[in-house]
């Protein structure tokens, strides 16, 4: 998920002093993180300002079927589409906590929103509106997603505090010795097969899963499966080094090579891109 912050501080003034701060201490940014936002497109921001996510406004979301990856505890993106297009989101994430965050949610359906958002990355339950949505909206996938189908560490992440569990373990210089839980993991295309969705019926994907982003892309896009957004947290860019930007350059490659075109970053390591046909 998005970087630790404590509650009481405004994350996007919290953004705007982590850039100072960087140009201060010339800490490298990728070049994709400086290229503006595309213009004459209509978008939407839905979620929280930690967990929300800015995508293109298309009358195709209406009802579809999406899959997100990665919910830790910060479900605002996802229950807010659910809500705005009466939308299915799969949700993919075999976090403990994400798991009890989940089951909370199901509670709770059929209520209507009380409290507002949190400004840290763990949302009360009662910040979701969820007078609309049932069971039917949502669907939990309690694996990890990733390019093959076997039991994997999933590293804890640098700060305790944090719910983001890690494949990659690019918090940890990418070590393959520090603390971790089992999973099982699944890819794209057999979950689509489980789940009796066909690859072209996904109109949008969110991956927001800690560095595993880079070989889950590169392998549904091999196996011809390309939503027409892809939502995608880079999540090594938040920790620059030489190995994180050289694994974002060859992962925007594939993506430009498969017809996609970036036109949305929020200056750290969100991107959105979109399916140009």
């Known amino acids: 998920m998005k970087f630790s912050i404590h509650s009481f501080i405004n994350i996007s003034l919290y953004k705007n002093i982590r850039k100072l701060y960087r140009r201060i201490k010339n800490i490298p940014r990728h070049p994709l993180q400086d290229i503006p936002t595309a213009g004459g497109i209509d978008f939407v921001h839905l979620g929280s300002e930690y967990g929300g996510w800015t995508f293109v406004d298309d009358v195709e979301l209406q009802g579809c079927t999406i899959i997100s990856a990665g919910l830790g505890e910060d479900a605002s993106f996802d229950v807010e589409f659910a809500q705005k297009y009466g939308a299915r989101v799969v949700v993919v994430d075999p976090t403990p906590r994400a ?30 509106d969820l007078s609309n949505l ?30 983001s569990h890690s494949i990659v373990n690019f918090q940890h210089n990418y070590k393959e010795d520090t603390p971790h839980i089992e999973v099982e993991t699944t890819t794209l295309p057999e979950l689509l097969l489980e789940l009796s969705i066909e690859p072209y019926e996904i109109s949008l994907i969110k991956l927001d899963i800690e560095g595993a982003e880079i070989e889950v892309l590169t392998h549904f896009l091999s196996q ?19 190995r994180g930007f050289t694994r974002v350059d060859q992962m925007h490659k594939i993506l430009i090579q498969n017809g996609y075109e970036m036109i949305r970053t929020d200056g750290q390591a969100d991107f959105l891109y979109i399916l140009r046909n």
């Open 224 to 242: 011809g499966i390309t939503p027409k957004q892809i939502l995608v947290e880079f999540d090594e860019l938040n920790v620059p080094s030489s």
């Open 134 to 163: 049932s069971a039917s909206n949502f669907v939990l996938i309690k694996k990890a997603l990733w390019h093959v189908s076997t039991k994997l560490k999933f590293f804890e992440p640098a700060n305790s505090e944090n719910v």
């Open 99 to 128: 798991i009890k965050h989940f089951k909370e949610i199901t509670l709770k359906f059929g209520q209507v929103k009380s409290q507002i958002y949190s400004c840290s990355g763990k949302q009360p339950i009662d910040a979701y």
